[in-house]
């Protein structure tokens, strides 16, 4: 994996350094560009991840970075010491969450954020629901308790459906992480297209969550 | 054969950092000792300082804690109490708090409370630093050396507002304050500090004002909060009005008057069923008896937990929605702690054990846990463990409010600290020069229902056609919860000047100025202590002047030296009733020097005198 990013003269002692401490003088470094999550928790740009081993460079980062130890240090080392620690959060937030994770690949790999988009198959439903939600509005104005009520059930039944979907949508996306790695460790360029199903998928995946609370909001 | 001690060596002394919690009802302060986090007491042994701040008439006399206490019924309107409630609020925000105090609050408060004291006002960070000032000077009699350094603990859910105008109390009182703690976590570093211990535990913190519950997760020596929530206007004082308004009513009642605006008679009604409630913790009945007013009745256990239900109540839903948060179900939390004074309610311990489905801790003192983990904390700061680790959240999410005062999320709640989030931002109209950023905290999807933290403007953005500047803001949320904003032209790289409004809260300018004021303050104590060391000298000299003009050697100087001392004495006498310190310290120069003489002479008198005894004796000797 390349390791470009983060390389630059360490300003203490000028040796070349490319990791969170210079490899001579042993200070802390400065943040210099954008940082990759990847890169910063020592991983490479994959999507199955060992939880356990990345909670445990979480750790063990976090007790070489974080501003508690740095009290007594220059200024600049604090600062440094604040803005890698704040990456290291930042980046173990995104990559521990399976769903945040590939987010954050797929915005590396160049794509923009997904937008919510229905599942073609989900049209006519949603249609349906919509014109639910619609008279379940209209019956809880109008005061009317048994309309109101009816009409609850019947979106109780859609609700359970939807998020059966939902799940069977992540199950789908988590599939496709062993494919991207195992794409990336052949190097046949094949990774492009799982990415364009997950982006799908995901744009699929956020029109139904708000769907859901659209749904649960009007309960 | 002495052994060579080794004792020696290690870290050069420096300056100790000490643990402070700033509670609603009573503060304390602690430090780290060799053998654990110790309390520091009064000479009575008493850890806690009532956090109550009294002004007399002159503004000249300044009471603190257990002296101030007093002054609640006696001169109710100049003895500040529940200060944290009024922390990093505004006018419009206290308004229900004001009706139970009996202290004013000056016109201008809308962004900071000024309280009134005679024709004096104090804000909230001044009126703690008062406080804080109390616990510094207690701990550095104590620990032998001046304090300057301390960690001071708020409630989790506080918000960024709300922690500035602790830091600043901390500022205004002379410390430097390295961390803003909170107080659940402190909690758990006073009990987790076994190294070995692992596992899910839940925090439920209870106090005198605020409540909150954290639910963390323990592993190799690391306390991660997982989930942290609350309400930092919940606590034992909603119990006490509840109570207050139970006897106001029947006493309103029995007399046929109105006794809720007379505030002597409150404060005494208030402590009354302070002291009753705790009470109740330990008996099934207690007496209500407020003596002024000839008022009697019993209560007992049942009927208070049905006076304070709905309030204990109101703390379930945060847990559940902690836990929620924290991905957890109740049944996997390995052990529950409870900490603030009013976990002591038999009720309280009840409904934890309730939703976390075990037998809470009590071993520490709920009092002293928070100032215990402070310590601990304190000590990891200044270097003295690498062992433990605390990684905490933030409360409230952080957000900036876009098109329509709809709210953008940008650092969520429970996102470990530091955290933070950049944003990019650019101009809508050509040539515009600056971009207003408000930036908010809290949960609710429309600006007006969030908190306003603060309004940033980026300013001096070169004139360009709109939409062409590209600005990169960065948040950050550093580890004491507080936010920094910095802003960067991504074109050419350069910082952009941020402008920052705070809407709540007290300005540098003003803490600087308040820094100053209270400098006048130590002035005015200074000018005290030199009256007292020039009186005393004045003594001395004084008693020593009359001493010799009693001698018999004064028959060696003439008529008119003696006169002239004795001038010179009546002189002092004067100024010493006076209240200028320079004065007599002149005069008493004055009375020294004209009786020199006289003491010379008393002195070679004494001496020829010792050595005609001498030789006498050498004589005899002889």
């Known amino acids: 994996?390349?390791?470009?990013?983060?390389?630059?003269?360490?300003?203490?002692?000028?040796?070349?350094?490319?990791?969170?401490?210079?490899?001579?003088?042993?200070?802390?470094?400065?943040?210099?560009?954008?940082?990759?999550?990847?890169?910063?928790?020592?991983?490479?740009?994959?999507?199955?991840?060992?939880?356990?081993?990345?909670?445990?460079?979480?750790?063990?980062?976090?007790?070489?970075?974080?501003?508690?130890?740095?009290?007594?240090?220059?200024?600049?080392?604090?600062?440094?010491s604040l803005a890698r620690s704040s990456i290291l959060n930042d980046a173990y937030r995104t990559l521990r969450d399976p769903i945040r994770r590939v987010q954050y690949l797929l915005k590396l790999e160049g794509y923009k954020e997904a937008e919510k988009r229905a599942p073609a198959d989900l049209l006519e439903e949603v249609f349906e629901l919509n014109m639910q939600i619609e008279e379940l509005k209209n019956a809880k104005k109008a005061g009317d308790e048994q309309e109101a009520q009816e009409a609850r059930e019947s979106l109780e039944e859609a609700l359970t459906g939807l998020k059966q979907r939902l799940a069977g949508i992540d199950d789908t996306i988590f599939s496709l992480f062993s494919q991207w790695d195992a794409a990336i460790a052949a190097e046949n360029g094949s990774g492009k297209t799982v990415l364009d199903d997950i982006s799908e998928l995901l744009s699929n995946r956020s029109y139904i969550r708000s769907l859901i609370r659209e749904i649960e909001e009007e309960f | 054969m002495p052994v060579i001690e080794l004792s020696m060596t290690g870290r050069p002394k420096s300056g100790r950092v000490v643990g402070i919690d700033l509670g609603t009802t009573n503060s304390l302060v602690a430090f780290s000792a060799a053998d654990g986090p110790r309390v520091i007491r009064d000479d009575r042994g008493e850890a806690l300082v009532p956090s109550i701040v009294y002004y007399d008439e002159e503004m000249k006399r300044l009471l603190i804690g257990e002296e101030a206490r007093d002054r609640l019924i006696t001169e109710p309107r100049r003895a500040i109490y529940s200060v944290k409630r009024f922390m990093g609020k505004g006018a419009d925000d206290v308004q229900e708090d004001l009706k139970l105090v009996p202290f004013r609050i000056a016109a201008d408060s809308q962004r900071v409370i000024r309280f009134q004291m005679g024709n004096r006002v104090f804000t909230p960070p001044e009126i703690s630093a008062?406080?804080?000032?109390?616990?510094?000077?207690?701990?550095?009699?104590?620990?032998?050396?001046?304090?300057?350094?301390?960690?001071?603990?708020?409630?989790?859910?506080?918000?960024?507002?709300?922690?500035?105008?602790?830091?600043?109390?901390?500022?205004?009182?002379?410390?430097?304050?390295?961390?803003?703690?909170?107080?659940?976590?402190?909690?758990?570093?006073?009990?987790?500090?076994?190294?070995?211990?692992?596992?899910?535990?839940?925090?439920?913190?209870?106090?005198?004002?605020?409540?909150?519950?954290?639910?963390?997760?323990?592993?190799?020596?690391?306390?991660?909060?997982?989930?942290?929530g609350g309400d930092t206007h919940l606590g034992g004082d909603d119990i006490d009005n509840r109570l207050i308004s139970l006897v106001v009513d029947e006493i309103d009642r029995r007399t046929g008057r109105r006794i809720e605006s007379d505030v002597a008679v409150f404060q005494s009604v208030r402590r009354e069923v302070i002291r009753v409630k705790h009470e109740l913790s330990s008996s099934e009945n207690a007496r209500i008896a407020v003596e002024p007013l000839q008022y009697e009745r019993e209560i007992s256990r049942t009927e208070l937990e049905a006076l304070m239900e709905e309030l204990i109540e109101r703390t379930i839903t945060p847990c559940k929605q902690a836990l929620k948060d924290a991905g957890l179900s109740a049944d996997q939390i390995d052990e529950v702690v409870l900490v603030g004074g009013s976990t002591r309610i038999p009720l309280v311990r009840r409904r934890v054990e309730e939703i976390f489905k075990r037998i809470p801790h009590t071993e520490l003192n709920p009092d002293e846990v928070v100032a215990l983990g402070a310590a601990v904390q304190a000590d990891i700061l200044s270097g003295g463990s690498r062992d433990l680790l605390l990684l905490d959240v933030t409360p409230l999410s952080l957000g900036i409010e876009t098109m329509g005062g709809v709210v953008a999320k940008i650092i969520n709640r429970n996102s470990t600290i530091p955290a933070s989030a950049s944003e990019m931002f650019t101009t809508w109209v050509d040539n515009q020069t600056g971009i207003d950023i408000?930036?908010?905290?809290?949960?609710?999807?429309?600006?007006?229902?969030?908190?306003?933290?603060?309004?940033?403007?980026?300013?001096?953005?070169?004139?360009?056609?709109?939409?062409?500047?590209?600005?990169?803001?960065?948040?950050?949320?550093?580890?004491?919860?507080?936010?920094?904003v910095g802003a960067r032209d991504v074109r050419t790289g350069q910082e952009q000047s941020v402008e920052v409004k705070p809407s709540y809260g007290l300005s540098d300018e003003q803490i600087e100025k308040m820094l100053l004021d209270s400098l006048e303050f130590a002035e005015e104590d200074i000018k005290k202590r030199q009256l007292i060391e020039a009186r005393n000298e004045a003594s001395t000299v004084l008693a020593a002047s009359e001493k010799a003009l009693a001698q018999r050697a004064a028959e060696l100087i003439g008529d008119e030296e003696q006169q002239s001392i004795r001038d010179a004495a009546e002189a002092l006498k004067q100024a010493?009733?006076?209240?200028?310190?320079?004065?007599?310290?002149?005069?008493?120069?004055?009375?020294?020097?004209?009786?020199?003489?006289?003491?010379?002479?008393?002195?070679?008198?004494?001496?020829?005198?010792?050595?005609?005894?001498?030789?006498?004796?050498?004589?005899?000797?002889?």
Do not use: W
Request: with cysteine; charged share 25%; proline share 3%.
């Open chain 2, 438 to 484: 408000h930036v908010l905290q809290g949960e609710r999807e429309m600006a007006a229902d969030c908190r306003s933290l603060a309004k940033f403007t980026l300013k001096g953005i070169s004139a360009q056609p709109a939409g062409l500047p590209r600005i990169e803001v960065k948040f950050l949320i550093d580890a004491n919860g507080i936010l920094t």
């Open chain 2, 130 to 228: 008062f406080i804080l000032r109390q616990l510094k000077e207690r701990a550095s009699s104590y620990l032998g050396e001046e304090v300057v350094q301390a960690v001071i603990t708020t409630p989790a859910y506080f918000n960024d507002a709300q922690r500035q105008a602790t830091k600043d109390a901390g500022h205004l009182a002379g410390l430097d304050v390295l961390r803003i703690v909170n107080e659940p976590t402190a909690a758990s570093l006073a009990y987790g500090l076994d190294k070995k211990k692992e596992g899910f535990i839940a925090v439920y913190d209870l106090g005198g004002g605020t409540f909150d519950i954290s639910i963390l997760k323990l592993k190799d020596g690391i306390f991660e909060v997982l989930a942290t």
């Open chain 2, 576 to 622: 010493l009733s006076a209240e200028d310190h320079r004065l007599i310290r002149e005069r008493t120069a004055h009375l020294d020097s004209v009786s020199r003489h006289l003491a010379e002479l008393i002195m070679d008198n004494a001496v020829l005198s010792a050595l005609k005894d001498r030789k006498a004796e050498e004589v005899i000797g002889d």
């Open chain 1, 1 to 80: 994996m390349e390791q470009t990013l983060e390389r630059g003269r360490c300003p203490n002692c000028g040796a070349v350094a490319s990791s969170h401490f210079c490899s001579d003088c042993k200070r802390i470094q400065p943040v210099r560009s954008n940082v990759d999550y990847f890169e910063f928790l020592e991983l490479p740009r994959l999507l199955a991840i060992d939880e356990a081993a990345l909670e445990k460079t979480f750790y063990s980062l976090s007790r070489a970075l974080h501003p508690d130890y740095f009290m007594g240090a220059s200024d600049e080392e604090r600062q440094a």
